[in-house]
């Protein structure tokens, strides 16, 4: 069964970057649509990131322009590189992937924000 792996998350101040990593247990990027959500304390959990069909990438409009979704193929990795961190970024970033008929998450990377 395949699996998906984040890590990453850490403790960085406002302004800081981070990088997250989400790797397959092996290559499932040809049939599936990967992405990147987050879920923050009390909050329902929220899409952040993902590539959309033609290999092109959306993202939730509190991160554009500061959130860079990435993967390697080769690797069989997903990658979210966050920049310009603020305090509301803070949450559990989980990976996604979308097959036809289900999707599959990881565990979860956590991320706090914070001076």
Known sequence: QVQLVES????????GSLRLSCAASRSIFSNTIMGWYRQAPGKERELVATFISGGSTQYAD?????????????????YLQMNSLKPEDTAVYYCNAKFILSELWGQGTRVTVSS
Do not use: M, Y
Not at 8 to 15: F, K, N, S
Not at 62 to 78: E, G, L, P, Q, Y
């Open 62 to 78: 509190s991160v554009k322009d500061r959130f860079t979704i990435s993967k390697d193929n080769a690797k069989s990795t997903v």
């Open 8 to 15: 990453g998350g850490d403790l960085v101040q406002p302004g």
